[in-house]
């Protein structure tokens, strides 16, 4: 059997706030003179069992709170990168959010400049390509987006995408069609969470208003065969969580996750790892448990790491490099 761990994949869905794991976090609180509610690794970690989505973003959100200048965004993906580089990923597109940090204070150049400083050096250092996408939170303001889009300045050129996150139902996607429209005139890659929590209609929406050319998990397209016929016929990505998805309960337990079964319905679907620290794995642990729950043959591994690479922003030479 393949060794789901050394096999070349790349990393679709992945927020890097979500890495911070709880003893750089306490480290971080301590340097930054941050108070955190939860004071030890253990009383941290204690706190990662999630009701749904909304009670993991109250503590993702609060947590986050401890990273307060560039070296503190340099020091989180540097650390994701030796991580990801152990789990056999080469390339990844990674999703930061910048208004939890903003509206805190902390200016957006500082998260970006710390965050690309760590891409950058990966692709000598550990051979890992990369591309930076700046997610907006679908529970605050389309206005505030739009705004923030505006305000770029030179930060823009050190961005290559746009997505939406955050808490899903009530929050559809035609608010951001105004901030999407500019991204994609910017030539930014547009993607959108859809269909983790709410359902086909939200996929639908992503699709024909925004436009995206990814879908953020997807999941809630299989209630809905008209939708997955057209996921298929279109080649639309979807990039799927399976610990993500047990964890925050839109999935019953590893054994009940579609994502095989999604496969074989001819859905363009990859393997992600979504928030690793709070959800119990990186990307090589959810192959891994999805060999050990479903049974994942050596041949649907290998059509994973494919369309992951496929569906990624690496360059096309990259992309064959790594075929
Ligand atoms: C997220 Cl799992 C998930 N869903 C939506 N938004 C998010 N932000 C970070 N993790
Ligand atoms: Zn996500």
């Not at 056999?88 to 999703?95: A, I, K, N, Q, S």
């Not at 150049?109 to 939170?137: K, N, P, Q, Y």
């Not at 139902?169 to 859809?194: C, I, M, S």
């Amino acid at each position: 059997m393949k060794d789901l761990y050394t096999l070349p994949k790349a990393e679709l869905h992945l927020h890097i706030e979500g890495t911070l794991e709880p003893e750089l976090a306490l480290e971080l609180a301590a340097k930054n003179g941050v108070e955190l509610p939860h004071g030890s690794v253990e009383e941290l970690r204690r706190q990662y069992d999630f009701e749904d989505l909304s009670s993991f973003l109250d503590l993702y959100y609060a947590t986050m709170s401890v990273l307060r200048e560039a070296a503190d965004f340099e020091a989180l993906t540097a650390a994701y990168l030796r991580r990801a580089a152990a789990q056999g990923l080469r390339h990844v597109d990674v999703f930061f959010d910048p208004q939890a940090h903003v509206s805190r204070g902390v200016p957006v150049e500082a998260v970006i400049t710390g965050i690309r400083t760590a891409l950058d050096a990966a692709r000598a250092e550990l051979g890992i390509t990369s591309t930076l996408v700046m997610c907006f939170l679908r529970d605050r303001p389309a206005a505030e987006a739009l705004a923030l889009l505006e305000s770029l300045g030179d930060q823009l050129g050190r961005i290559d995408g746009i997505g939406l996150d955050s808490a899903e139902v009530g929050h559809p996607p035609a608010l951001f069609a105004e901030v999407y429209d500019r991204a994609r005139a910017a030539g930014l890659h547009v993607v959108a969470h859809a269909g983790e929590e709410a359902g086909p209609d939200y996929v639908r929406e992503a699709l024909d208003v925004l436009r995206v050319e990814r879908v953020d998990h997807g999941i809630q397209c299989l209630q809905d065969p008209a939708l997955v016929e057209r996921l298929v016929a279109e080649r639309v990505p979807l990039t799927v969580c399976p610990f993500s998805n047990v964890r925050l309960r839109v999935v019953g337990e590893l054994a009940d996750h579609p994502v095989l079964r999604m496969l074989e319905l001819g859905l363009f679907v990859s393997v992600n790892s979504d928030d690793p620290a709070y959800f119990g794995g990186y990307v090589g642990d959810n192959f891994q448990g999805l060999r050990d729950a479903l049974g994942l043959t050596d041949e649907q591994a290998e059509t994973l790491a494919r369309n992951s690479v496929d569906a990624s922003f690496a360059t096309e030479e990259r992309k064959r490099a790594l075929r």
